[in-house]
């Protein structure tokens, strides 16, 4: 439950209050995301397009995504097929443009272009002593969370990455995959296979299991330890609790992926695999999540990611691509169910988006045929029938990816408009996303 916050009452004096009315910001990230992934999946649960909840929501645009050096030409795009294909973003640099307002090079994790530490959003919301999260369906030390969270010259340098997110930074809540003793399925690995890398190695994780690593999170000088949650039952118990913990690190008991990465045949249609059963959804650790921050006296900033709707991306994986996006929505539905709960609607923003498309997916005979480039929506089979889908690349594309936003201050993304797409419409970029949270946070607004 939110607390009363007395952010809007200055007792000492003028009508000016130096606090922001934006007291929640939560950030949802489908890492891989187009268009046609939303289609897919709400062709998939609803037998219709535009059924999400975040499709809904008041503010709907587009972004763009290009890492440092790049450009989106909305008129160049559309010319021929394959123009889209090139000039991609990673996620690593994509992540650090909208925790941080800065374009960057791929692979880079919080740094500049000079490999230099930016300020994230994550860092900027514990100096204003809110609190802060990030959750992920993937190993919590990849790209996105660490590009959050961390600054590291490369985003493969997971264990680094890892000790500085659980080692130096103030973030309350992290969670997400990467947990040492278990395999894909959620087994537990036999002693040599365990893999350390994901969590810091070996004797970092073996500090953090003993209580012994954590900075200090909530500014009183003292370090602060993480509360470890392994177990679906934990995660579920966090959601509920009314006594939880004030840092929370949850590691479900997967290796890389909490469902993607599972065995049985990847190539099958949606749920014809049963899923893991030892591990929450990204809904409940989003709620678990939320049950933490939202003691905080002064807000808090939450970024969660649906990590594997990239990985099914890249493999064309369909089936899995409908499960990860299905299970990023749930959470979308999570979070919204929070917000209004709380009725929290005035002092939150909530925003829906990606940090680059995957796959280029498209509806089926869509490509560059003789009378010039074609672009076929997905074929809708019907709820709970897998829609016609066609890709076309195993790795990102430069395409515009949605953006959905709703609560206070979700309109001024509309005065910060880059373009105007012939099929999209009107796009930020993604650097517009956290220069309005940074402008927002530190505008003073009128007592209430
Ligand atoms: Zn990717």
Redesign the pocket.
Known sequence: MVKNLNLFFDTKGPKMETVSALCYIIILIS??CGYNQVDAASLYQYGQTGTQVYQQFPVQISMSTYADGGSYDPCYIWQAFDNVASGAT??AAAATAMSTGHKTYGGAIGVGPDEQPLRNIMEFAEEQGMMTGVVTSVMLSHATPAGFVAHSRSRGRYGHIAQEMLGDSAVDVIMGCGNPYYDDDGNEFDDPCRNYGFVGGEDFWNEVMAGTVGSDADGDGDNDPWTLVQSKCEFEQLAQTDNPPSRVLGIPMVVATLQHNRSGDRTADAYVVPLNDNVPSLATMTRGALNVLDESENGFVLMVEGGAV??A??SNYSGRLIEEEIDFNRAVEAVVQWVEANDAWDQTLVIVTAD?E?GYLTGPDSGQHEDGPQWNPLVNNGAGNQPGMEWHSG??TNSLVPFYAKGAYAQEFLNRIDGEDPIRGRYIDNTDLPNLLFDVLQQPVMAQ
């Open positions: 890492d891989g990673d996620s990239d990985w991306g890249h680059h995957c790795g990102h």
